[in-house]
């Protein structure tokens, strides 16, 4: 039987559903409701990072997180185009200095041949502190307070938060020099230990030093202990400390790319008393590692490291002052990326980093609002992305009428098919192998490629150097003329008959050997293999075709296919390379005769070799950027497009998608410590959630409808009874 009970019950719920719905609160926020309007940034990452130590990481997902923690002494400027070098921490670029073999100081302009030493001075800004951090924490004594903690201590320690006391302390050279140290300290293994020791003076024999001194540490500890080496007390004459806040580096010979590197995490500082603190036994059992929670001078700090669910930064609250940029590139202005000119970083207090798995759950939220930023990836890029008439893409009218914005820019990358030079068919240098080359380059056609299997997100390559590195030319300077003519202002690939009239001459009418009459059979060799790559590999083989070549594919795993480049039995096959820093050396290199794969285990997987392109190379490595330096780069990419050791390929273009609150927003896809300069606007992102996550209520009020009338008759009939229940009692 319905009772008054009930009917309440079900009228206040009824009421409660209604004005829930009516409420500026969001149903299916994934986020504490008291968050919704505070100054949070909300990401996600896929896997966990494995490496927070700056010394050791060099994965892109871990950079995420330690270059907004850790600050090398310099950093790229945010906006200009090319990427160019500015202080970070330090007060301005290093002063660099050259020296002959009896160590005069020459001056800058001395030629490369005579420079038989260099050094880097730097000197870093005053008054920058480290985060908070229980490692720098003090007694009353002055003594550090958690750097040989007991089994009783440690009893209530299970997270970094645990810690009743943190402190900090002030940057210094010092801090800096520690680090440089550790890329040679063997219980770390920094994986460009071997580059900069081809460098750095003495670096290669003071590894060996701490090789010897770790070993007899190692004998001495306990088992229950960790062994500690005070890399502090151990001299090492590649880095001198001038004063308090001045150290500088001793190079071998002239090399202009150490700048670079240091603008990455390996050149951050670590300070002594974090590397003590963390090599504790009983921290390690515990998981409170350095690689888990980094201790920086950057605008945010790591507070919570749960790569199962979240990660979190936090605004740092000893971050010294730091200005947006308050100069760009042309149309930065225009584009409202100036507004914030000479005010303080970051913007963000913080950063909420999620665990995201899967591409749909995380572009449906990215939809609903929940994530600021989303990539694109090919399940959601016919949703988000069309193309226009002249082939380049623009948002679908939906994106645009969530106010969300497409970024794009192109990567300092270059995927590419190359030769094998050493092959007695396509290569060698000979007029014949040339041509071949050069015809299949003009058959291959990329554009096409760019469209059907990378969605529009690439340009062909016209040479080996990327947009935004120093060398590349844009317009019909920088075309290749022996590929692409230049057509209403645009490259336009030469056509079939071209190629086919190469081919011709090469000996090869039609893709037949003229004097034999055999078809041209040649051979891509590839790692991939399966379903999912018999499109792409389908389609290579329509390329070489259509000129009468004859393509087989040569799939295997991945191991036997970098067997086959080391060995040099591969015949064609494809490659890329991301740039370490934007020097076109970085590039160029990859075509150096002496970095040979088969001869040397190099990065030139070509095999490539001219005279003439490798003697231009040692003279352009090391040069400081210059009209000189780029008339040398521009005589290397003619021989290299001449001789045709590639398919010159792909750079690959970034998309990125942004919600209407999130601001400041330019790729920069060399810097990785731009989350500072970005901005967003939480009650404008709020309102955006409540019109874009209303709840669908129809559903609801017909089943209240249907359960009121549902009740009716049992209120009816309870209404009655207790009507002559009433005129019963009156009765009597």
Known sequence: MITITTLKTTLLIAAGILLAGCSDSVWNNPYPSSDAKSNILYKSFEKRPKRLDPVSSYSSNEYEFIAQIYEP???????????????RTAKSLPRVNYYDAQGNELSADAPIEKIASSSYVISIQPGIKFQPHPAFAKGADGELLYHNLTAEQLEKIYALGDFEKTDSRELTAADYIYQIKRLAAPNVHSPILG?????????????????????????????????????????????????????????????????????????????????????????????????????????????????????????????????????????????????????????????????????????????????????ISSDSFDQAITMTSSGDPTLTDEMQGKGIRLSTAVATSTYYTGFNMLDPVVGGTSEKARKIRRAIAIAVDYEEYISIFSNGRGIPAQGPIPGGIFGHLEGEAGINPYVYDWVNGKPQRKPLSEAKRLLAEAGYPGGRDAKSGEPLLLNLDTGQSGPDVKATLDWWAKQFKKIGIELAIRSTDYNRFQEKMLKGTAQIFQWGWNADYPDPENFMFLLYGPNGKVKLKGENAANYSNPEFDNLFVQMKNMDNSPERQVIIDKMVDIARQDSP????????????????????????????????????????????????????????????????ALLPGIYSYVQKEHRSAMNKEGA
């Open 195 to 375: 580059i900069m020791a081809e460098y750095i003076v003495g670096l290669t024999e003071y590894a060996a030093t701490l090789k010897k001194a770790y070993e007899i540490v190692k004998e001495k500890t306990p088992d229950y202990e960790l062994p500690y080496l005070d890399l502090s007390s151990i001299n090492f004459p590649g880095v001198e400390q001038i004063d308090r806040y001045t150290y500088k580096i001793n190079v071998k010979g002239k090399y202009p790319q150490l700048q670079y590197w240091l603008a990455m995490p390996f050149f951050a500082p670590m300070p002594p008393e974090a590397d003590r603190f963390y090599t504790q036994a009983g921290l390690k059992d515990k998981n409170i590692i350095l690689d888990w929670f980094p201790v920086g001078t950057g605008p945010y700090m790591l507070t919570i490291n749960n790569p199962n669910r979240q990660m979190v930064l936090e605004r740092n609250p000893n971050y010294h002052f730091e200005a947006y940029p308050s100069e760009g590139e042309p149309g930065d202005a225009e584009a409202g990326l100036l507004k914030d000119a000479g005010k303080q970083l970051p913007f963000i207090d913080k950063v909420v980093y999620s665990l995201e798995r899967e591409a749909i759950p995380y572009w449906n939220k990215f939809l609903q609002g929940y994530y600021d930023i989303s990539s």
């Open 73 to 87: 002494p310099l950093q790229y400027h945010y906006l200009k185009r090319p990427y160019t070098l500015i202080p």
């Open 646 to 709: 590639w398919l010159w390929g792909l750079h690959p273009k970034g998309f990125s998608l942004y919600h209407a609150w999130y601001s400041n927003t330019k790729p920069n896809l060399i810097a990785n410590n731009t989350l500072k300069y970005k901005r967003i606007q939480p009650d404008l992102r709020q309102q955006r959630r409540i019109e874009w996550n209303q709840p669908i209520m129809w559903p609801v009020y017909i089943l209240l409808a249907l359960l009121v009338l």
